[in-house]
């Protein structure tokens, strides 16, 4: 049987019940407190991460069964446990977790996508790092296996998974070039470990690819832009190269020929996070090692503001807007 703790039974959250813009967030106290199944437990969130993809499943680019409360990763605090819940997860424990639901006071999480945070982060960096970190680390693990000396191009680099790429690239000694919109924000991928940056605004990127690589172009480019810079991208790979697209912040990219990949031999990936990290154990070995890298390598945690929860609005407009930069978090 599940183990009975003093929990409300109603609590704040943000719904949507049709997809549209930021108008259909609907800010509700009275939602129900969920129960936590076999395999689960009940986290009282402290810090909710926003992610693009909850402006995807707003939007309706993304399908998804209405009502639902969005949100995909927080961190907080175990407040119960459901039945055959295992004895490394105990009421009190702070962790941060990856499941659906998360703009709320409380979410049942599944034990088999929820880790426990070392104490020696500061409160609101499981939130901040987990479902971005963990994205950034299954893209040069597995969509392209970085090697020291390669060279890389990161889209939006000062965003919050363009961050992330660039202190994993650091550490493992690729060359990376970055790209983004202003100054301030080009300063702040180079803190991050960009060794080169674009102002995609400005300057020619493809030109300036070239020109930093000596002709011979990049291994690979992760694109979360999308539309706009596709097909730049296919003009910037060195032969053999890899376009790893993860967003569509310009927009979706429309339908390719596959011929179009042939001229130089290149590989065209759309992955998501989740089919990296499909079993428990894959899981659990990718946040164990984001949580190493953050306490051992002091990678830095860009929080760009922490919204109270009833203005989750505001928040999609800041990031739609690219008025961010690093991670937005929400405050239950």
């Known amino acids: 049987m599940a183990a009975t703790h003093d929990v409300r039974r109603t609590m704040k959250g943000v719904e949507v019940s049709k997809t549209g813009g930021v108008e259909v967030l609907e800010y509700k106290t009275d939602l129900p407190v969920p129960t936590p199944k076999e395999g689960e437990v009940l986290v009282k969130n402290d810090f909710v991460g926003i992610n693009y993809i909850d402006i995807y499943i707003r939007s309706g680019f993304f399908p998804s069964p209405k009502p639902e409360i969005l949100g995909r990763e927080a961190e907080g605090h175990i407040v119960d446990v459901g039945p055959q819940c295992p004895p490394q997860l105990r009421v009190g424990d702070r962790v941060a977790y990856m499941a659906n639901g998360t703009y709320a006071e409380y979410t049942a999480t599944p034990v088999a996508r929820t880790a426990l945070v070392p104490e020696s982060l500061p409160p609101s960096y499981g939130a901040a790092a987990l479902l971005q970190g963990i994205t950034a680390l299954t893209l040069i693990r597995e969509s392209y296996p970085v090697q020291p000396g390669d060279w890389i191009l990161v889209h939006a680099a000062a965003g919050g998974v363009g961050l992330w790429l660039c202190q994993h690239l650091r550490a493992i000694g690729a060359k990376t070039i970055g790209t983004a919109s202003t100054t301030s924000k080009m300063e702040l991928a180079r ?9 995609y605004t400005n300057e020619d990127v493809v030109a300036k690819v070239n020109e930093i690589t000596g002709g011979e172009g990049v291994k690979v480019v992760y694109d979360g832009v999308g539309k706009a810079t596709f097909d730049s991208d296919l003009e910037c790979l060195a032969p053999k190269g890899s376009l790893i697209s993860i967003g569509s912040a310009s927009g979706p990219v429309p339908p390719v020929p596959i011929l179009r990949l042939s001229a130089k031999n290149l590989r065209l990936m ?11 154990e894959e899981f659990k ?4 090692e984001l949580f190493r890298f953050m306490v051992e390598e002091k990678f830095n945690v860009q929080v760009h503001d922490v ?12 990031l739609e807007g690219r008025k961010t930069t690093g991670k937005l978090l929400l405050k239950p």
């Open 191 to 199: 803190a991050n470990g960009a060794d080169y940056m674009i102002n």
């Open 270 to 280: 759309r992955p998501t996070v989740y089919g990296y990290i499909v079993t428990a």
């Open 285 to 288: 070995y990718y946040a164990e």
């Open 307 to 318: 919204y109270p929860l009833q203005d989750a609005a505001r928040a999609h407009v800041d």
